[in-house]
């Protein structure tokens, strides 16, 4: 751990088992903050905390449900009684798909569509989705895209206000919130995101608490497995830099945000998307 940009600093990230939540996790810990890493269960959380305490780093792990507030309250109470203060608070959890969202009938959909069309055929097949999206499905993705985020950024607020700390909110949002490409319940809740960073940011800039987020493009990361493999590939060649991302790369742009070099932003949007959708 050479350079220490979090020294002193507390730090929650929510969904951090894997993914892009991981590798913000560690990299925060790198930096020197003290991380409380979040997830639906422990055993998830195990190889991130591994990976930190391997680096040297401080680090508590709490089972939290996002969509839950008395979870997100009790995640937040043990924050403060464990490590007296919070600076950062990365809301990264997200889902992309739920049960009875009806992505799997979209997805075979779309590829009869494309067969078609490779055929050279005039398609029949319309790739509806949002005609088989039920109740359930279409909440799901919201609770935990959105209401997720909602309750941890109440909370943030809560307890950086309480102890007067000049703290950073990164909301991890998604390029799919500008570009539209991807379910009609991912994409809503992923704008909303940025809706709720602006006004969020406006609030409490006042209080010296900063409030951004980051729009990833497609990033190397289980989330991805929901993909099939000609959908991968058909979104590789639409990327201009030609590969999707990697966590790491997400994670350096979350600490920059967390970071004092960051002093002047708030209310802004980062597309760490390798040119995917120019905002
Ligand atoms: N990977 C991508 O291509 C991509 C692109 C754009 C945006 N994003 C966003 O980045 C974030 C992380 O994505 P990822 O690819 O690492 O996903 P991932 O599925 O690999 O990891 C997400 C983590 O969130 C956790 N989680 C899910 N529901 C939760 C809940 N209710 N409470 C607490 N934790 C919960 C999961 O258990 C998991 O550990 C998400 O918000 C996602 O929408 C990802």
């Not at 509806?128 to 909440?139: A, P, R, V």
């Not at 991968?232 to 920059?256: C, D, H, W």
Request: some cysteine.
């Amino acid at each position: 751990m050479s350079s220490r940009r979090l020294q002193d600093k507390v730090a929650i990230v929510t969904g951090a088992a894997q993914g892009i939540g991981q590798a913000i996790a560690i990299r925060l810990a790198e930096e020197g903050a003290a991380l409380a890493v979040a997830d639906v269960s422990l055993d998830a959380l195990s190889d991130t905390v591994r990976q930190i305490e391997d680096a040297g780093g401080r680090v508590i792990a709490k089972v939290c449900d996002v969509t839950a507030s008395a979870s997100v309250v009790e995640l937040f109470t043990a924050v403060t009684e464990n490590y007296g203060r919070l600076d950062i608070l990365v809301n990264n959890a997200g889902i992309g798909t739920a049960p009875n969202d009806g992505f799997d009938l979209y997805q075979q959909r779309m590829a009869d569509r494309s067969a078609q069309l490779h055929k050279g055929e005039t398609p029949t097949v319309f790739a509806d989705h949002i005609t088989d999206m039920q109740d359930e499905g279409w909440q799901q993705v919201v609770n935990v895209n959105l209401n997720g985020a909602f309750y941890c950024c109440r909370e943030a607020v809560r307890v950086m206000a309480a102890q007067g700390v000049a703290g950073s909110i990164i909301n991890i949002a998604s390029t799919s919130a500008v570009s539209g490409e991807g379910g009609v319940h991912y994409c809503a809740s992923k704008a909303a995101i940025l809706g709720l960073t602006k006004s969020l940011a406006m609030e409490v800039a006042a209080r010296n608490i900063r409030v951004n987020a980051i729009c990833p493009g497609p990033t190397n990361t289980p989330i991805m497995a929901n993909i099939s493999d000609e959908w991968k590939q058909s979104m590789v060649a639409a990327i201009p830099m030609g590969r999707i991302g990697e966590p790491l790369e997400i994670a350096n742009t979350a600490l920059f945000l967390a970071s004092e070099e960051a002093s002047a932003f708030t209310g802004q949007t980062l597309m760490a998307n390798l040119g995917t959708y120019l905002a």
